[in-house]
């Protein structure tokens, strides 16, 4: 049973530029959450989505945003990068109904701005 | 504003010994109560999780404590080993919305612990 898988593994980007992430959810889930982590610090929530729409909403801009498909997987758009939005982007997924609030972790997507 | 606060930063302990962490949280709306393991390069893992209603969970070596008068929680993990170091995070969320799915996670800050052989 496959779990969470994030792609890529690595991204360096430059100030300015735009960049997608992607995850797919594990076999069954049907909701996705994304989480920043920075260095040094726990995950910070970015957004969620179920049913194809943005569920729930963190203290994020509007230079993040995402989507999630039909098949339940999702991306992760972040524009006009800052310096600061270097960090681990991590995907959870869980399953409604199923064991209360319940989040896988994938391994992540570490992005790098120079 | 920190939600979940966490502590100690770091602790390091002997192979067998006791490490406990503890965290606090401020909104009473929380009702679970998850505690994640991470290891370098990896995303987080669930290890165990609580809920309100009852005061300790065990679950193989890991228990957590919880506090509901004081708002607080704790993680003991008994006969510690090597491989149980990581970056260990508590974590809380309120009760899922009336239409259903998982809400956001507010994590701690993390606590590196390490064990010495």
């Known amino acids: 049973d496959a779990g969470v898988t994030q792609s890529p593994t690595h991204l360096i980007k430059t100030r300015g530029q735009q960049v997608t992430l992607r995850c797919s959810p594990k076999s069954g889930h049907d909701t996705v959450s994304w989480y920043q982590q920075a260095l040094g610090q726990g995950p910070q929530f970015i957004f969620q989505y179920y049913e194809e729409e943005e569920r729930q909403r963190g203290n994020f801009p509007d230079r993040f945003s995402g989507h999630q498909f039909p098949n339940y997987s999702s991306e992760l758009n972040v524009n006009a990068l800052l310096l600061g939005d270097s960090a681990l982007y991590l995907c959870?997924?869980?399953?409604?109904?199923?064991?209360?609030?319940?989040?896988?972790f994938g391994p992540g997507t570490r992005l790098t701005v120079l | 504003q920190q939600q979940v606060k966490q502590s100690p930063q770091s602790l390091i302990v002997q192979k067998g010994g006791i490490p406990i962490i503890n965290c606090a949280y401020e909104n009473t709306a929380f009702d679970y109560f998850p505690w994640y393991q991470q290891f370098p390069g990896k995303g987080p893992a669930l290890l165990i999780a609580i809920r309100p209603d009852v005061s300790e969970k065990k679950e193989g070596r890991f228990t957590i404590s919880f506090n509901k008068s004081a708002k607080q929680f704790s993680l003991h993990i008994m006969d510690s080993q090597p491989g149980d170091s990581a970056t260990y995070f508590c974590a809380a969320s309120p009760p899922p919305l009336t239409q259903g799915g998982s809400e956001k996670l507010v994590f701690g800050k993390g606590t590196k612990l390490t064990v010495n052989p």
């Open positions: 959870a997924s869980s399953l409604l109904p199923g064991r209360y609030n319940e989040q896988f």
